[in-house]
């Protein structure tokens, strides 16, 4: 059975920190494109930052460059996102997301979520 559980989001004033955590388990971590993503109310879920299964290319999001950095550590099957310099814009459930690049037909894992609040 296939589980990301996510961890660490919560409430932030303007400008400060959070880092993010999704420990995957049922799959081979190594072999898996892992992605974050977030979710706002009455909007489309939004690709925040992905990383290769190698961890050796990310790729973020515009409204995140800069203040948000992807990483993994493949011995602990676990993908990070480091949040800096946060806004109430960044206010949004953080999902973490697994898929193989090479499956003849991409099948996605999803988290549950980890709620990050930006406000004073």
């Known amino acids: 059975q296939v589980q990301l559980v996510e961890s660490g989001g919560g409430l932030v004033q303007p400008g400060g920190s959070l880092k993010l955590s999704c420990a995957a388990s049922?799959?081979?971590?190594?072999?898996?494109?892992m992605n974050w993503y977030r979710q706002t109310p009455g909007k489309e879920r939004e690709l925040v930052a992905a990383?290769?299964?190698?961890?050796?290319?990310?790729n973020y999001a515009d409204s995140v460059k800069g203040r948000f950095t992807i990483s993994r550590d493949n011995a602990k099957n676990t993908v990070y996102l480091q949040m800096n310099s946060l806004k109430p814009e960044d206010t949004a459930v953080y999902i973490c997301?697994?898929?193989?690049?090479?499956?003849?037909?991409?099948?996605?894992?999803w988290g549950q979520g980890t709620p990050v609040t930006v406000s004073s």
């Open positions: 990383i290769t299964s190698a961890g050796d290319s990310t």
């Open positions: 997301n697994a898929y193989r690049i090479w499956d003849p037909v991409r099948r996605d894992y």
């Open positions: 049922g799959i081979t971590f190594s072999s898996y494109t």
